[in-house]
């Protein structure tokens, strides 16, 4: 019963190179959420999608950052052209309906 | 938007000791939930609690949404007990919005 599965578990880009983050959720699951989390800092929301629609992205950035939850596949958080500040943890969460979270081990993006 | 606000902000426990974590938030929730980040940084849900009391071995919580507030009971605290605890509320259409947490640093 597998949980919710991020790759990779780190990540390193150099500045204006492109990250990849995957999510693949809890089976069954058909809401996901991505976070970002700084050293010392509380999580703070990105996006939150269900499949094949974005339901709220009010705390992902405008420029740069995207993300899909296509009908098969697993969930992807996108970074174009990558700048020190996008080094963070990128986690993310799955859940049913408004239902508990459960989180992936996360991605520890670092820009050189 | 929804403001979560945790304390204390740091807390220090000699093995043992007991503990009550608090979780106030500015808004009606239909969703509140604590989790545990531990020293490696995996994220466990601990409770869903929106309303009443739960309990689950040496940690409960209790939520009383009428008067915005959560707190999380830690009882003979151990070692693994270590980490940050975060509150996270649900209100409205906003997901889950995270306090600051309470790191936790249990000791021998």
């Known amino acids: 019963n597998a949980g919710v599965m991020q790759n990779p578990r780190h990540l390193v880009r150099r500045r204006g190179q492109e990250a990849r983050l995957r999510c693949s959720p809890v089976?069954?699951?058909?809401?996901v959420y991505w976070y970002r989390q700084l050293p010392e800092e509380g999580l703070k929301f990105m996006v939150y999608?269900?499949?094949?629609?974005?339901?709220?992205e009010s705390g992902m950035p405008k420029e740069r950052f995207s993300a899909e939850f296509p009908k098969e596949g697993p969930s992807i958080l996108r970074i174009q052209q990558v700048v020190r500040g996008d080094s963070a943890a990128y986690f993310c969460?799955?859940?049913?309906?408004?239902?508990?979270?459960?989180f992936g081990s996360g991605t520890q993006l670092s820009v050189l | 938007g929804i403001q979560v606000e945790q304390s204390p902000p740091d807390l220090i426990l000699q093995e043992g000791a007991n503990s009550t974590l608090r979780c106030n938030f500015s808004?009606?929730?239909?969703?509140l939930q604590w989790f545990h980040q531990n020293p490696w940084g995996q994220l466990i849900n601990l409770f869903y609690?929106?309303?009443g009391t739960k309990q689950n071995g040496r940690l409960s919580a209790t939520t009383v949404a009428t008067e915005r507030y959560s707190l999380l009971y830690i009882s003979s605290s151990q070692t693994t007990d270590s980490g940050v605890y975060f509150c996270?509320?649900?209100?409205?259409?906003?997901?889950?919005?995270f306090g600051k947490g309470t790191r936790l640093s249990v000791i021998a």
């Open positions: 808004d009606s929730v239909n969703n």
């Open positions: 609690i929106p309303s």
């Open positions: 996270a509320v649900w209100g409205g259409n906003t997901p889950l919005v």
């Open positions: 969460a799955s859940s049913s309906f408004r239902g508990k979270l459960f």
């Open positions: 089976k069954g699951h058909s809401h």
């Open positions: 999608l269900q499949k094949e629609n974005i339901i709220d």
